[in-house]
């Protein structure tokens, strides 16, 4: 025992130098700020804290975990940018969904979270300044993609800044103690299609009542004790919920990829995704005509999708994912090739790829 007090009168030691370290860090953050408003330069810099939380990765030989060091250092990186100036980002409402999740795990919960009621509203608030970020689902491993988000790229001149993907795991939340007393259950129709089957055999003849958002329907589930909700773990804290039954989407292997939406895109970081919409005459032979530039750039496309341009009847608009950024000059040059043969084309943004 005399041995482990030793080793922990160390980390005590230990502790206390990282305490001083960080608030040592803290004070050149507000120079760096201070300077920042004199030359009334951006106070977020995605490049740069991407650089930092790299070389640390690279420079850490062990035991430290990398995965918990990425977790550490974003907090600690949102935190700084909060005494340089608070920073704001949308995502769809209340707080407790998804996206804010997939918000604090790239932002840091240092970050201002500004919560609104469609996706919608975050694209609004980002074009009028409201905020200077938005997040917003795109797609779902198991559901696809999500129409409504990429229509509204149709209708804002917004770029995507980022990716995020976030593991989804649903939890079925109620104030009442045992699941047998529930008679509803509130419910996003995603989070609905993702616990099809276990719904089925574990809450027959339970109605299913639709809402905006996960965390809606916790907030919801809150105020009636025979109700239920299905969402995150995290609602359940913030609801002040009973987790009767945790992970019960039925596909585990469940991920949903999120966009944060703002006015710029960041620079190349050498392992980039770049994102383009276009239309095109209606001929035989068009689309191939079109895509023909990428496969003879060796460019990889990750993903195509195509939704009704809602401006004429059969008129498609088709969505591109790519490996690359725009400042490559291989995937630039297939791109203007790509364009002359267009009726329109949109750079939607390049930006880094997410990891789970």
């Known amino acids: 025992m005399k041995e482990i007090e030793k080793l922990r009168r160390q980390i005590d030691k230990i502790d206390t130098e990282i305490l001083d370290l960080l608030n040592k860090r803290s004070e050149i953050v507000l120079e760096i700020g201070k300077i920042k408003r004199e030359k009334n330069a951006n106070f977020y810099s995605p490049e740069r804290e991407r650089d930092i939380l790299q070389r640390l990765i690279s420079s850490n030989k062990g035991p430290f975990p990398n995965e918990t060091l990425k977790v550490i250092y974003r907090e600690i990186l949102s935190a700084s940018l909060s005494l340089e100036e608070p920073l704001k980002v949308a995502c769809l409402g209340p707080l407790a969904t998804f996206t804010h999740l997939a918000a604090i795990r790239h932002f840091g919960s240092s970050a201002t979270f500004v919560p609104v009621e469609s996706i919608k509203e975050v694209f609004d608030s980002v074009e009028s300044d409201k905020t200077l970020f938005g997040v917003v689902p ?12 990429l229509d509204l790229f149709m209708d804002y001149d917004l770029k995507i800044s980022a990716e995020i993907l976030l593991e989804i795991s649903q939890n079925l939340l109620s104030k009442a103690k045992d699941k047998k007393k529930i008679k509803k259950i509130y419910s996003h129709p995603t989070a609905t299609a993702q616990c099809k089957r276990w719904l089925e055999s574990n809450m ?3 109605p299913i009542l639709e809402t905006t958002s996960t965390a809606k329907a916790a907030e919801l589930a809150s105020k009636e004790v025979e109700s239920a909700a299905i969402a995150s773990e995290l609602a359940a804290k913030v609801y ?13 292997h469940n991920v949903t990829r999120f966009l944060v939406i703002s006015k710029n895109y960041p620079s190349r970081t050498g392992k980039d995704k770049t994102s383009i919409m276009f239309s095109i005459k209606d001929r035989p032979g068009a689309l191939y005509d079109i895509l023909y530039p990428f496969k003879k750039s060796n460019i990889n496309l990750t993903k195509i999708e195509s939704r009704p341009s809602k401006r004429k009847a059969w008129e498609y ?3 591109v994912d790519m490996e690359g950024h725009i400042e490559d000059k291989k995937l630039k040059t297939a791109i203007d090739a790509v364009k002359e043969n267009c009726l329109y084309l949109k750079l939607l943004g390049s930006y880094p790829c997410g990891e789970i």
């Open 138 to 149: 795109i797609e779902n491993s198991n559901e696809g993609v999500i129409s409504s988000t």
């Open 204 to 206: 027959p003849g339970v």
């Open 240 to 252: 002040n919920l009973t987790i009767l039954e945790k992970g019960i989407e039925d596909n585990k």
């Open 317 to 319: 608009i088709f969505f």
